[in-house]
């Protein structure tokens, strides 16, 4: 597909929508056309699910059957959101994608084999070529969340927030350990130091695995230009 596909991963508070967002104004001003999206949802169907999913409402189907519904989710944003995109040549940042079920079901007891044919069969061959993992220690990250709460005036934390400090510092090692596995995809950036910081990382690693294609004008500005003469 002539479209490059980007996903943000990281625990709690890692400050992944920053990112994306600051990632996409670089781009853009690369003339490169960006599609933000997220999961749990992304696309009409898949936000239906998400909102069962986060309320706590799917809580009673157990890990299990949340990881379907996680991955029933995802099956619909990459048919509805993510492959139109890459198939047009737009540049996709997502903010969590399988490597969370991954991580999150796994953490919760599902069988890590199991959660690889959901996998397979959600993402339907569209994987990502880039992994961004925004590592922060569970502390700061909750307390961030903690602050932003507070803030926006958005209540208690939601049912994946609200779990045992311990809990989200096995996550943040299975992320760790994930991006060791699979090295050649993950950038792993330190989310605790300075957000601009974690911006020039972002755009490094961006840089490093993307190269002579970020330098050009966009594959579509590139082909209309050649059809314009
Ligand atoms: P969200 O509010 O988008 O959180 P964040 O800003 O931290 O990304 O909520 C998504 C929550 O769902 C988050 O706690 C992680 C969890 N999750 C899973 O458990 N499995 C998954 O496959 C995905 C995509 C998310």
Not at 192 to 205: F, G, H, P
Request: aromatic share 6%.
């Amino acid at each position: 597909m002539p479209g490059h596909f980007i996903t943000f991963e990281g625990g709690e508070g890692a400050g992944k929508s920053t990112q994306i967002a600051r990632l996409k104004t670089y781009l853009e001003s690369m003339g490169k056309s960006v599609v933000v999206t997220r999961e749990p949802g992304g696309s009409p169907g898949a936000e239906k699910i998400r909102s069962m999913l986060l309320s706590g409402e799917a809580r009673d189907l157990g890990p299990r059957g949340e990881a379907m519904l996680f991955a029933a989710a995802r099956a619909d944003h990459v048919d509805s959101t993510i492959k139109p995109a890459l198939e047009r040549g737009d540049w996709v940042l997502c903010d969590r994608y399988a490597d969370s079920t991954r991580v999150y079901q796994g953490e919760a007891g599902v069988d890590i084999d199991y959660l690889k044919l959901l996998e397979t069969a959600a993402v339907a061959g569209v994987r990502p070529e880039l992994t961004i993992l925004i590592d922060v220690p569970a502390k700061i990250g909750l307390s961030r969340v903690a602050q932003r709460s507070q803030s926006d005036n958005s209540g208690g934390p939601d049912r994946f927030e609200g779990d045992a400090i311990a809990v989200h510092e096995r996550r943040r090692q299975m992320f760790l350990d994930l991006a060791k596995e699979e090295a050649y995809r993950f950038e792993v950036i330190d989310g605790s130091q300075d957000q601009d910081r974690v911006t020039t990382a972002v755009q490094e690693a961006v840089r490093e695995n993307f190269g002579s294609d970020l330098t050009h004008a966009s594959d579509k500005n590139a082909r209309t230009g050649e059809s314009s003469g």
